[in-house]
């Protein structure tokens, strides 16, 4: 993986803007960036960092209503920033590929895979018809897609999502470029499959040679698929370095912030031996229609404590909250609250079996009703749930401002609109806060959350528990959050509990396979955890488990 | 699967079709007047009119009258026009066939016409072509269609004498004779039709153009028309296949004006002529025919959406 010596991609004081209203805005401010034939390239930053920006550009390309305003883009000799559209279009998909965050969205649902896969070298006459095909089901096997000869010819919605980011990649493959973009390409993915994809993607770069720039905000993932790493803040270069020494030695304060980020660990409650649970899930069934989600689910969350509930998606853990809320009455089984079971629908509970058990959730943007005023929005329970209106309501909304650090008289009258989305996080909590819960409902409140966003969220979210005793069941599929502020553990699979216990059990040996499994998969810092871990689990003949 | 949908479609087009014959029947009713008034006109006494009531069967009372003719429609038998004492489905078939004839040449031209310009407007979008296209088909879509007709009339005809101005057909016609006669009227349909068709074909394609997929093809190097052709379009086709059913059956059932103008012998004037008359069964009838072309084109509307649709074709 060393770089080579010969220079193919290089980008001077890149400068692109984006049209915000009327106005055009610079949001990249003069990136330079040196690739060489066989490097990859690690782009890490937060989000509105200009990581994919930048990465499209290096394709000569701008998104609709983007600009490059400014710098160069060479490729190979050829300067894409007054190249022809033709001969843009000419070198895409041909010499520099792109491979999407979503593969699901970005496969064309109208044609078959293979279709898809071929189009570019049979349009460019690279490779007859055949030819492509039967190299396509070559680069299939060696991407290690079940079916090789056959998966091609479906279509994107019969395939799960993990093999479509590997068909991505094969598809990028197609004409051998010399270069691909990876925008984030197992960000949407679980992490049992996200493992598979890192390898295979590692491979066939290594294999074929290309050269790589790969996106993500995932320290862990870019640690082990990239040369060198560079550390975008804000549309600006913080530094660039080997990924050894930028893993080991940061030079700048930014950079380690981030790297402190994933050590932040809240201390570890006793459940108390002397208290009844607040929250009782009693061996409930769900279904959808004909289709059964929850198959038994039973367990306890106790006064002030946090049990997260981990799993893949479709694992259960949205669908026993909606249980708990009364929103997905159970087929079978019963949900207790305080010694009493509570009605199965949401509409046979008292409005005060209501305000015990709030909810907040992944997507603070449309979580919040866009034309209403932040006072309203935290209002509206205030005055339904506890009567308060006039002096009291402005009052009773201006504490819960303070107790989630928003300036009151900076943000009351505001739109969700002009918030960040961090900010908006906020409001959705004290929204739940209104209430004067008990109890409160995180459906993965911070997975659309940058790190250091997300952090903040998390030590709020502790800051309240201690003070108020809040309980909160925590849904995530991040172990990382797990492992910062977990009292208990859940573990989801296929709607069942396969695994449950206090956090330092669960972190521990010996577990259950699936929570083994879960375990192993997230990713870690070291460069060769990747390698290390493949090694492993080939060894110990659990290669079929990750397989998904 | 979609054998199952279809059966299930069709049912409920049949049911409908069942509530739309009460309506049919009992709005009909509600007219002022009978036939036994507006043929024996005002001078009339109470007695005469009353003895060709019972002549014709108009005394009985309405449901009993509903139930019969109901019975006769679901044999095939449509009933007797009260006027001329011929068969309805005689009188009302040659006058069918007719409409359909120029429904289909319409829709011949007009269809494929209308989504190649959709498509050539969404290619170009926001060019001249784009704007002059999407002002020409606003203009013809907003005038009515008589005017229309009778613009055509005014330059291809008295002005060029190029086509005919009236469509009088007569059985002997070669079929190249019929479509040069019958070519204004068909012309006037397609100026009317074609506005809505494309303006939904350019803004179904445009609709998708944010998607991941579509600059995934910009991204493979592909040139913009195969971009919209390849990638766009077929995702676009539900939203168009509606709109193109919607203007269809808008051919078939809405058409009197064009008719009269170019004096057409289609159905449109038949039902025209038979509620002024008060000839219930031939009323009854035409409106039936009606409303089954609307409930068939938009049953043909679901299965092409859904054919058209990959998930739904092919199940995981």
């Not at chain 1, 009782?280 to 106790?302: E, T, W």
């Not at chain 1, 790190?451 to 709020?460: C, D, H, T, Y």
């Not at chain 2, 059985?171 to 506005?195: E, N």
């Amino acid at each position: 993986m060393a770089a080579r010596d010969e220079v193919l991609l290089t980008i001077e004081n890149l400068r692109i803007e984006g049209l915000s209203g009327e106005d055009w805005t610079e949001i990249v401010h003069g990136v330079d960036l040196t690739l060489h034939k066989g490097e990859v390239m690690g782009l890490i930053g937060e989000s509105g960092a200009g990581k994919s920006t930048i990465g499209l550009a290096a394709m000569g390309f701008a998104r609709d209503g983007c600009r490059i305003s400014g710098g160069r883009v060479t490729f190979d000799g050829i300067d894409l920033t007054a190249a022809a559209p033709a001969e843009l279009r000419g070198l895409r998909g041909t010499r520099i590929a792109y491979v999407a965050q979503s593969a699901a969205a970005s496969f064309n649902p109208a044609h078959k895979i293979i279709d898809q896969h071929t189009e570019t070298p049979v349009h460019y006459g690279i490779e007859d018809r055949e030819t492509a095909r039967k190299d396509a089901m070559e680069l299939y096997a060696q991407l290690r897609l079940p079916n090789p000869e056959e998966i091609g010819f479906r279509y994107p919605h019969q395939v799960s999502g993990g093999q479509l980011q590997r068909a991505m990649t094969a598809m990028a493959m197609a004409c051998r470029p010399d270069l691909i973009i990876f925008d984030e390409p197992t960000t949407a993915l679980d992490v049992t499959t996200q493992i598979e994809v890192l390898a295979a993607i590692r491979d066939i770069v290594d294999q074929f040679n290309t050269a790589a720039i790969y996106i993500t905000h995932d320290l862990a993932v870019v640690a082990q698929m990239a040369d060198t790493i560079k550390v975008l803040l804000k549309g600006t270069e913080v530094e660039e370095a080997p990924t050894e020494q930028m893993l080991s030695n940061p030079a700048e304060d930014y950079t380690k912030s981030l790297w402190a980020v994933r050590s932040f660990e809240r201390p570890i409650k006793q459940r108390p031996t002397d208290t009844e649970p607040l929250l009782s899930i009693k061996g409930i069934d769900a279904a959808y229609g004909p289709v059964k989600v929850l198959d038994d689910v039973s367990f306890d969350i106790h006064p002030g404590m946090t049990v997260a509930v981990v799993g893949e998606s479709g694992s259960g853990k949205s669908t026993t909250a909606r249980c708990v809320t009364g929103l997905l009455p159970p087929t079978k089984g019963e949900i207790w609250m305080d010694g009493a079971a509570l009605p199965a629908r949401y509409q046979d509970r008292s409005r005060d079996q209501l305000r015990q058990a709030q909810m907040i959730y992944q997507m603070a943007d449309t979580a919040l009703n866009p034309k209403v005023r932040i006072s309203e929005i935290i209002g509206r329970p205030a005055r339904f749930y506890s009567g308060l209106k006039g002096a009291d309501l402005t009052r009773r909304v201006d504490e819960l401002l303070e107790l989630i650090e928003l300036e009151p008289d900076a943000y009351r009258d505001r739109l969700p609109g002009e918030l960040s989305g961090g900010q908006k996080q906020r409001i959705g909590i004290a929204r739940a806060l209104a209430a004067e819960p008990r109890f409160i409902i995180c459906d993965e409140v911070t997975s659309a959350l940058d790190q250091l966003v997300a952090e903040g969220i998390l030590r709020l979210l502790g800051r309240l528990q201690d003070e108020l005793g809040l309980a909160y069941m925590f849904i995530t599929h991040d172990l990382a959050t797990v492992r910062a502020i977990a009292d208990e553990v859940v573990v989801m699979q296929h709607g069942r509990v396969v695994e449950q216990g206090p956090k330092d059990d669960m972190f521990r040996p010996p577990h259950h396979s699936y929570t083994d499994l879960l375990l192993s998969s997230v990713p870690e810092m070291d460069p060769n955890w990747l390698t290390e871990l493949l090694k492993a689990r080939s060894a110990a003949g659990a290669s079929e488990a990750a397989t998904i | 699967m979609i054998a199952a949908l279809v059966l299930k479609r069709l049912g409920l087009g049949l049911l409908t079709l069942l509530v739309v014959s009460l309506l049919i029947f009992f709005a009909v009713e509600l007219l002022p007047g009978d036939l036994a008034q507006a043929v024996l006109g005002q001078a009339a006494t109470e007695e005469t009119v009353a003895a060709m009531r019972e002549q014709l069967g108009l005394d009985r009372p309405a449901p009993a009258r509903y139930l019969d003719w109901l019975g006769g429609v679901l044999t095939g038998d449509l009933g007797t026009s009260l006027l001329s004492g011929e068969r309805v489905s005689t009188a009302i078939s040659q006058r069918l066939l007719n409409t359909l004839f120029l429904a289909s040449y319409a829709a011949i031209i007009a269809v494929p016409f209308a989504v190649i310009l959709g498509v050539f407007v969404a290619l170009y979008r926001n060019s001249i072509f784009d704007r002059v296209a999407n002002v020409a088909t606003l203009v013809s879509i907003s005038s009515p269609e008589f005017f229309l007709g009778y613009v055509l009339i005014l330059f291809l005809s008295v002005k060029t004498g190029a086509f005919p101005a009236i469509a009088t057909l007569r059985g002997d016609m070669s079929l190249i004779d019929l479509l040069y006669r019958t070519f204004l009227p068909a012309l006037t349909l397609v100026l009317v039709v074609t506005a809505h068709m494309m303006r939904m074909t350019r803004a179904a394609i445009i609709n998708l153009l944010a998607s991941p997929y579509i600059e995934m093809a910009r991204l493979k190097g592909m040139p913009p028309w195969k971009v919209i052709v390849k990638h766009a379009l077929p995702n676009a086709w539900a939203p168009i296949i509606n709109v193109i059913a919607l203007n269809l059956a808008y051919l078939v059932t809405g058409v009197v004006l064009v008719e009269v103008v170019f004096v057409y012998p289609g159905i449109g004037q038949l039902l025209v002529d038979a509620v002024a008359k008060r000839d219930f069964p031939v009323v009854q009838a035409c409106c039936l025919i009606f409303a089954a072309t609307f409930i068939l084109l938009n049953l043909a509307a679901d299965i092409g959406s859904i054919l058209t649709n990959p998930r739904l074709r092919h199940p995981k």
